[in-house]
């Protein structure tokens, strides 16, 4: 995401000291951090050289199978989803890392055309994204 300007606006309302009503002035909300940067790297390092799953469904499955090493699961993600992505991953020991950014992002990140709410990895291939000790396993 290097480079790409962020098109989104953000209202902010202020007290006016002439009338009643407040004003509305509009400014651009700031760009990703480089954190999300790296993020964003290691997603697509495990979509290209290591095995991932992405989807609230086949998250689900994975981790009721046992094979999820860790579950990504978007800002925007409803409540209810969200609460039994976390239920199943206590259940099955796993680590679940919030991203940053939306579905859309996220699924801009895993190199796909469409929304992508959660992905469950099962293997980080070139991807450091499991942390240093993954390399033992």
Request: aromatic residues 2%; hydrophobic residues 35%; proline residues 2%.
């Amino acid at each position: 995401m290097k480079g790409n300007s962020v098109n989104e606006i953000v209202a902010v309302a202020s007290p006016s000291t002439t009338t009643r009503h407040s004003t509305i002035r509009m400014r651009k909300r700031e760009p990703a951090t480089s954190e999300m940067e790296g993020t964003n790297e290691n997603i697509a390092a495990v979509v290209k050289s290591g095995e991932c799953f992405l989807g609230i469904r086949q998250t689900l499955r994975t981790l009721h199978r046992g094979r999820a090493k860790l579950v990504i699961i978007a800002s925007n993600i409803s409540t209810a989803m969200r609460i039994k992505l976390e239920q199943s991953a206590a259940i099955a020991m796993v680590e679940i890392q919030y991203y940053a950014g939306t579905n859309k992002e996220l699924g801009i990140a895993c190199g796909k055309s469409f929304r992508v709410s959660s992905m469950s990895i099962t293997d980080a291939g070139d991807s450091d994204i499991l942390g240093p000790s993954s390399a033992d396993n």
